[in-house]
């Protein structure tokens, strides 16, 4: 079936050109490059997977509770709406957010891959090159995942988010080489990182979870790699070049953050736009996941030196400023420790199972 008609909502031409500008960068120098850049394009190297094979595509998934989310943390509980819905329209708005939720994931991974591959064209330097084409097939099998997950297991898609999609064009129509980095692997793979974890962590589906800890396990090396880059290069910046990136920033914060409402789902269920907005803003679970969502963003900024007074003040009006703290190298590792601990888990039952039916089958044998 074709993915345009599976989705909720129409999502209108069905290619979005983006005009491109700025220049692909070649570079004659194939010998020299940075250690830790090129530690990190290895272990990428090392790090591919198969998502076709990875992943236990054979495990159901109830696509009217793919989540097992709690009635409490949905928007329209406790609401004049909830008491007249049925268990059956419950369920139906449980696999409308599931569907939105992983939407926007798809979309954006799709972004990652283009952008990615704008990093490979325009980046100067020829070890960010090799890492970021080890990106773009990073990328290219997360979206290949997600979709297949919408595809097969929910049945159903939502358009890209017009916040989402306004930051990407914002990033992709920057004609300089570093903001492919600035919007894609610090802003939107920070909030989609955090989004991952959130879900990963409470969800006690275990397709869902072992897709986002895989996922997540890859993005842990993106974000490092835009950490490093963005580093070295603004330290180099003038004080208005920085400005100009911090403004940047600040714009793309607040559109990542009105992202985050669902609003598209409440109105598919006959819900005013203006009074589906009054209920995500009352929800206490969104506003924690508005700003547990900036703990992968904030101090990536800040460690790669854009932490200029009005940024400052923005994060402190947005209450995230607080998370500029965060240990950002503990919560990759621990996204890298969780995919292996969940390997180590799956593979030791299924080799318990294996050794199972194996005894099964020479006791049977030693009956005849």
């Given at each position: 079936?074709?993915?345009?008609?599976?989705?909720?909502?129409?999502?209108?031409?069905?290619?979005?050109?983006?005009?491109?500008?700025?220049?692909?960068?070649?570079?004659?120098?194939?010998?020299?490059?940075?250690?830790?850049?090129?530690?990190?394009?290895?272990?990428?190297?090392?790090?591919?997977?198969?998502?076709?094979?990875?992943?236990?595509?054979?495990?159901?998934?109830?696509?009217?509770?793919?989540?097992?989310?709690?009635?409490?943390?949905?928007?329209?509980?406790g609401t004049r709406h909830w008491s007249r819905m049925t268990e059956k329209d419950k369920g139906e708005l449980r696999r409308h957010y599931a569907a939105w939720q992983?939407?926007?994931?798809?979309?954006?991974e799709q972004g990652a891959m283009i952008c990615a591959a704008r990093i490979v064209e325009s980046v100067p330097d020829l070890d960010a090159k090799f890492y970021s084409?080890?990106?773009?097939?990073?990328?290219?099998?997360?979206?290949?995942?997600?979709?297949?997950?919408?595809?097969?297991?929910?049945?159903?898609?939502?358009?890209?988010?017009?916040?989402?999609?306004?930051?990407?064009g914002d990033t992709l129509r920057d004609s300089r080489w570093d903001m492919p980095y600035l919007g894609m692997q610090v802003l939107i793979e920070g909030l989609a990182?955090?989004?991952?974890?959130?879900?990963?962590?409470?969800?006690?589906?275990?397709?869902?979870?072992?897709?986002?800890?895989?996922?997540?396990?890859?993005?842990?090396?993106?974000?490092?790699?835009?950490?490093?880059?963005?580093?070295?290069?603004?330290?180099?910046?003038?004080?208005?070049?920085?400005?100009?990136?911090?403004?940047?920033?600040?714009?793309?914060?607040?559109?990542?953050?009105?992202?985050?409402?669902?609003?598209?789902?409440?109105?598919?269920?006959?819900?005013?736009?203006?009074?589906?907005?009054?209920?995500?803003?009352?929800?206490?679970?969104?506003?924690?996941?508005?700003?547990?969502?900036?703990?992968?963003?904030?101090?990536?900024?800040?460690?790669?030196?854009?932490?200029?007074?009005?940024?400052?003040?923005?994060?402190?009006?947005?209450?995230?400023?607080?998370?500029?703290?965060?240990?950002?190298?503990?919560?990759?590792?621990?996204?890298?420790?969780?995919?292996?601990?969940?390997?180590?888990?799956?593979?030791?039952?299924?080799?318990?199972?294996?050794?199972?039916?194996?005894?099964?089958?020479?006791?049977?044998?030693?009956?005849?």
């Amino acid at each position: 079936m074709s993915t345009h008609d599976l989705y909720a909502n129409a999502p209108g031409d069905p290619v979005w050109p983006v005009p491109a500008s700025g220049s692909a960068r070649f570079t004659w120098e194939y010998e020299d490059g940075r250690e830790r850049l090129l530690a990190l394009y290895q272990k990428g190297k090392d790090k591919q997977w198969d998502g076709a094979k990875r992943i236990d595509w054979e495990l159901e998934v109830d696509p009217y509770d793919p989540l097992g989310t709690p009635d409490d943390v949905l928007t329209l509980h406790g609401t004049r709406h909830w008491s007249r819905m049925t268990e059956k329209d419950k369920g139906e708005l449980r696999r409308h957010y599931a569907a939105w939720q992983f939407s926007q994931f798809l979309h954006g991974e799709q972004g990652a891959m283009i952008c990615a591959a704008r990093i490979v064209e325009s980046v100067p330097d020829l070890d960010a090159k090799f890492y970021s084409a080890t990106q773009t097939m990073d990328e290219a099998r997360h979206a290949e995942i997600y979709s297949r997950f919408l595809h097969e297991k929910i049945g159903m898609l939502y358009p890209i988010n017009d916040h989402l999609q306004a930051l990407l064009g914002d990033t992709l129509r920057d004609s300089r080489w570093d903001m492919p980095y600035l919007g894609m692997q610090v802003l939107i793979e920070g909030l989609a990182l955090a989004a991952f974890g959130m879900i990963r962590d409470t969800t006690d589906k275990p397709l869902p979870k072992q897709i986002l800890a895989y996922v997540m396990q890859d993005e842990a090396r993106h974000v490092a790699f835009g950490r490093m880059a963005l580093r070295d290069y603004y330290r180099q910046l003038t004080d208005a070049e920085r400005r100009e990136r911090e403004e940047f920033v600040i714009e793309g914060c607040h559109l990542m953050r009105d992202r985050l409402r669902g609003v598209e789902v409440l109105e598919n269920f006959g819900i005013p736009r203006r009074e589906a907005e009054e209920y995500s803003e009352r929800n206490e679970f969104l506003h924690l996941f508005r700003k547990l969502l900036f703990s992968r963003i904030v101090p990536c900024v800040k460690d790669i030196g854009l932490w200029g007074e009005r940024l400052q003040k923005a994060y402190l009006d947005m209450g995230v400023f607080d998370l500029g703290d965060s240990n950002l190298d503990l919560l990759m590792t621990q996204d890298e420790e969780v995919a292996e601990a969940l390997d180590r888990e799956r593979f030791a039952t299924e080799e318990r199972e294996r050794v199972a039916e194996v005894t099964e089958a020479i006791a049977q044998g030693a009956e005849g």
